[in-house]
C-alpha cells in the first residue's frame, strides 16, 4: 500500500528532453538535465510522464521541494506558458510509442 509509482520508462524521459530542447524552465542547454517532478515527491509527486519536466541543475536545485507554480512566480518564470507546453509536450510523448495498456481513471 502507498507505494510510489514510477511510470516514466526511459524513451518517455528522452522523448521529454527532445521536446523540451533543454531546461524546461529557464531553457538552458546543457548536456546533463535533471528529472524534476513538478508536484514534489514529498508532497505526493509521482515520476510520472505528466510529473517530470528536464531540468538544469540550477533550477532544480533552486526549486528543490517546492511547488513549481508558485517556484516559477518567484523566480518571474512565465508560468502560464510553461503550464500550457507542459500538457503538448506530456501529451507528444505519450503519444510515442504504443501503450500496452490503457490510460488510469482521472
Ligand atoms: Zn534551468
Not at 513538478?38 to 505526493?44: D, Y
Not at 533552486?62 to 507554480?69: A, G, M, Y
Not at 510553461?82 to 501503450?99: D, H, K, M, N, S
Given at each position: 500500500?502507498?507505494q510510489?509509482?514510477?511510470d516514466?520508462?526511459?524513451?518517455q524521459?528522452?522523448?521529454?528532453?527532445?521536446?523540451?530542447g533543454?531546461?524546461?524552465y529557464?531553457?538552458?542547454?546543457?548536456?546533463?538535465?535533471q528529472?524534476?517532478?513538478?508536484?514534489?515527491?514529498?508532497?505526493?509527486g509521482?515520476?510520472?510522464?505528466?510529473?517530470?519536466?528536464?531540468?538544469?541543475?540550477?533550477?532544480?536545485?533552486?526549486k528543490c521541494n517546492?511547488e513549481?507554480?508558485?517556484?516559477?512566480?518567484?523566480k518571474?518564470?512565465?508560468?502560464?506558458?510553461?503550464?500550457v507546453?507542459?500538457?503538448?509536450?506530456?501529451?507528444?510523448?505519450?503519444?510515442?510509442?504504443?501503450?500496452?495498456?490503457?490510460?488510469?481513471?482521472g
Amino acid at each position: 500500500m502507498g507505494q510510489v509509482v514510477h511510470d516514466l520508462t526511459e524513451e518517455q524521459w528522452a522523448a521529454l528532453r527532445s521536446l523540451w530542447g533543454g531546461c524546461a524552465y529557464c531553457g538552458a542547454d546543457v548536456a546533463a538535465l535533471q528529472k524534476d517532478t513538478m508536484l514534489p515527491i514529498s508532497r505526493g509527486g509521482r515520476y510520472t510522464l505528466a510529473n517530470v519536466v528536464p531540468a538544469c541543475g540550477s533550477c532544480n536545485a533552486s526549486k528543490c521541494n517546492t511547488e513549481v507554480t508558485s517556484w516559477m512566480r518567484r523566480k518571474k518564470l512565465d508560468e502560464g506558458r510553461f503550464l500550457v507546453r507542459q500538457a503538448e509536450i506530456a501529451r507528444a510523448a505519450a503519444a510515442g510509442p504504443t501503450p500496452t495498456s490503457p490510460p488510469g481513471p482521472g
